[in-house]
């Protein structure tokens, strides 16, 4: 595993000029270090995490779901690569189960405003007597 890129093979990975990394670099955007001889690196990470960083997230405009329910975050639980947010809308509590990642990229936190989509054919609970 390469412990980091040349400054040219990151700007090129990144579509950026190297000029753009050193500015980025000066104002503190990006992290390198340097070879013994002097070469500025890019880990491997930092050039991960621009490349995350930089890609689109598409925002939903319009949907199509009949079953929306607005309300109010009132609690998000997360745990290593999952995580629990809990709305209420209304008088309904609902639950979601999703992605950690998605979570943290939403930002979600108690108190903000956010709708529950739901979306199934089927759903069941049953007990014995």
């Given at each position: 595993?390469?412990?980091?890129?040349?400054?040219?093979?990151?700007?090129?990975?990144?579509?950026?000029?190297?000029?753009?990394?050193?500015?980025?670099e000066?104002?503190?955007?990006?992290?390198?270090?340097?070879t013994?001889g002097?070469?500025?690196?890019?880990?491997?990470?930092?050039?991960?995490?621009?490349?995350?960083?930089?890609r689109?997230?598409?925002?939903?405009?319009?949907?199509?779901?009949r079953?929306?329910?607005?309300?109010?975050?009132?609690?998000?639980?997360?745990?290593?690569l999952?995580?629990?947010v809990?709305?209420?809308?209304?008088?309904?509590r609902?639950?979601?189960f999703?992605?950690?990642?998605?979570?943290?990229?939403?930002?979600?936190e108690?108190?903000?405003?956010?709708?529950?989509?739901v979306?199934?054919?089927?759903?069941?609970?049953?007990?014995?007597?």
């Amino acid at each position: 595993m390469a412990e980091g890129y040349r400054i040219g093979e990151a700007a090129a990975m990144l579509g950026v000029r190297v000029e753009t990394l050193r500015r980025w670099e000066r104002e503190g955007k990006l992290t390198t270090t340097r070879t013994a001889g002097g070469q500025r690196l890019v880990p491997a990470g930092e050039v991960a995490r621009l490349l995350s960083d930089r890609r689109e997230r598409p925002r939903v405009t319009s949907a199509s779901v009949r079953n929306r329910f607005p309300g109010v975050v009132t609690e998000v639980k997360r745990d290593g690569l999952a995580a629990t947010v809990e709305i209420l809308a209304g008088p309904h509590r609902v639950l979601a189960f999703v992605t950690r990642e998605a979570v943290d990229e939403m930002g979600l936190e108690p108190g903000m405003r956010a709708v529950a989509t739901v979306k199934a054919t089927n759903v069941m609970v049953e007990v014995d007597e």
